[in-house]
């Protein structure tokens, strides 16, 4: 396998390079022979936010490897631009490729807290964490415009419910009083993605994204108010990242960090050719090293679908970066936890216009 080590074709300000082809289309727009056109076709042009009207927000989780019954996205596509995206594949099932459609088309959804407050209504709902959010960034660059993950953490509230969150945008820092009303009620836990700690990788792998800096200050604003905080360590790619996570959890539990999670990255179906694209371009000296890695950590695959093992990898390489892990873990966060969510809250406040009564 050979790469091109002309990085002057790199575009920044997107992860993909490219949209890949959508597998559930018959046709695609293409530049074939852009020596011909007077401009390049723009691929990489702004940002379009398209409404979408669901008939539901919450969706339960069919994964035996997420530890959460139920999910819900307020937004589809997500403008960090992480070039490892499991998510992005899902792009494709709305009409859009999984590479730079997935970072420059978002798909919002408006009725969001009201579809929620829907759900929490039904008399056959039992109360069960809900993770903000199971596909894409809840606190993407979108909702400083949409503010859709705060109406429905406000919605939460008020029904006292239990959520999870993971982000790795510092616009989390918004919402800690709501954040802090449900902490004091054992309703949130909060998870903060650092992949790394170096800002060249960090720009190239997740090019608008938080610095890890700043994450980092997030992780230790979170923990000042008491808000259960920890990192994850996620995706871990080795040959690019894998050194960093002693590094990492050190400095997350230096900031505040009750627990640390993590997962290997694996390349599914579009992903793996907008991430073998990238790398031929990001890091053409490190591309070969980092694919064969990365196959070790998956069976000789660059992708797995395998309930149990996708997340976290199988073989030596796998063990390895584990055992790594673990002992970062053992070192800096072994006495630490976060608190038991307290379901016995939920209740269902009356609606607009009722009045509550008292028994």
Same mark, same amino acid.
């Not at 809250?345 to 509550?356: A, K, N, S």
């Given at each position: 396998?050979t790469?091109?080590?002309?990085? @002057?074709?790199?575009?920044?300000?997107?992860?993909?390079?490219?949209?890949?082809?959508?597998k559930?289309?018959?046709?695609?727009?293409?530049?074939?022979?852009?020596?011909?056109?007077?401009?390049?076709?723009?691929?990489?042009?702004?940002?379009?936010?398209?409404?979408?009207?669901?008939?539901?927000?919450?969706?339960?989780?069919?994964?035996?490897?997420?530890?959460?019954?139920?999910?819900?996205?307020?937004?589809?596509?997500?403008?960090?631009?992480?070039?490892?995206? $499991?998510?992005?594949?899902?792009?494709?099932?709305?009409? $859009?490729?999984?590479?730079? @459609?997935?970072?420059?088309?978002?798909?919002?959804?408006?009725?969001?807290?009201?579809l929620?407050?829907?759900?929490?209504?039904?008399?056959? $709902?039992?109360?069960?964490?809900?993770?903000?959010?199971?596909?894409?960034?809840?606190?993407?660059?979108?909702?400083?415009?949409?503010?859709?993950?705060?109406?429905?953490?406000?919605?939460?509230?008020?029904?006292?419910?239990?959520?999870?969150?993971?982000?790795?945008?510092?616009?989390?820092? =918004?919402?800690? @009083?709501?954040?802090?009303?449900?902490?004091?009620?054992?309703?949130?836990?909060?998870?903060?993605?650092?992949?790394?700690?170096?800002?060249?990788?960090?720009?190239?792998?997740?090019?608008?994204?938080?610095?890890?800096?700043?994450?980092?200050?997030?992780?230790?604003?979170?923990?000042?108010?008491?808000?259960?905080?920890?990192?994850?360590?996620?995706?871990?790619?080795?040959?690019?990242?894998?050194?960093?996570?002693?590094?990492?959890?050190?400095?997350?539990?230096?900031?505040?960090?009750?627990?640390?999670?993590m997962?290997?990255?694996?390349?599914?179906?579009?992903?793996?050719?907008?991430?073998? @694209?990238?790398?031929?371009?990001?890091?053409?000296?490190?591309?070969?090293?980092?694919?064969?890695?990365?196959?070790?950590c998956?069976?000789?695959?660059?992708?797995?679908?395998?309930?149990?093992?996708?997340m976290?990898?199988v073989?030596?390489?796998?063990?390895?970066? =584990?055992?790594?892990?673990?002992?970062?873990?053992?070192?800096?966060?072994?006495?630490?936890?976060?608190?038991?969510?307290?379901?016995?809250?939920?209740?269902?406040?009356?609606?607009?216009?009722?009045?509550?009564?008292?028994?």
């Open positions: 396998m790469f091109d080590r002309n990085t @002057d074709n790199f575009k920044k300000g997107r992860g993909a390079q490219l949209n890949t082809a959508n559930f289309l018959k046709q695609e727009l293409v530049t074939e022979h852009i020596e011909g056109l007077d401009e390049e076709l723009n691929l990489h042009g702004s940002t379009q936010f398209l409404m979408e009207y669901p008939k539901k927000i919450v969706n339960r989780v069919e994964s035996p490897d997420i530890p959460s019954d139920y999910s819900m996205n307020p937004y589809q596509g997500c403008e960090h631009g992480c070039i490892y995206c $499991y998510a992005r594949n899902t792009h494709a099932y709305w009409g $859009y490729s999984a590479g730079i @459609d997935f970072e420059s088309k978002i798909l919002v959804k408006p009725e969001a807290a009201a929620l407050e829907q759900t929490l209504r039904k008399k056959s $709902y039992e109360p069960a964490p809900i993770m903000l959010s199971g596909n894409t960034d809840c606190y993407q660059p979108a909702e400083r415009r949409f503010k859709l993950t705060r109406s429905l953490l406000e919605v939460l509230l008020r029904f006292k419910h239990p959520v999870s969150i993971i982000t790795k945008n510092q616009l989390i820092l =918004r919402d800690i @009083d709501i954040l802090s009303d449900l902490s004091s009620l054992n309703l949130v836990h909060v998870m903060i993605s650092i992949t790394s700690l170096d800002e060249d990788v960090r720009l190239k792998l997740e090019p608008r994204t938080a610095t890890a800096v700043n994450r980092l200050k997030v992780i230790e604003k979170l923990s000042k108010k008491n808000i259960p905080v920890g990192v994850m360590v996620a995706p871990i790619i080795p040959g690019l990242n894998s050194h960093e996570i002693p590094s990492i959890i050190e400095m997350a539990a230096n900031a505040g960090a009750r627990q640390a999670g997962t290997i990255v694996r390349l599914n179906d579009a992903v793996a050719d907008i991430f073998k @694209d990238w790398i031929s371009k990001a890091y053409p000296e490190k591309a070969e090293k980092v694919l064969n890695l990365i196959a070790a998956h069976g000789g695959s660059l992708s797995d679908s395998r309930f149990g093992t996708r976290k990898g073989g030596h390489e796998a063990e390895s970066i =584990r055992q790594l892990f673990k002992t970062a873990v053992r070192k800096h966060l072994s006495e630490r936890k976060f608190p038991d969510y307290d379901l016995t809250l939920f209740h269902r406040p009356p609606m607009h216009g009722q009045t509550e009564l008292i028994f």
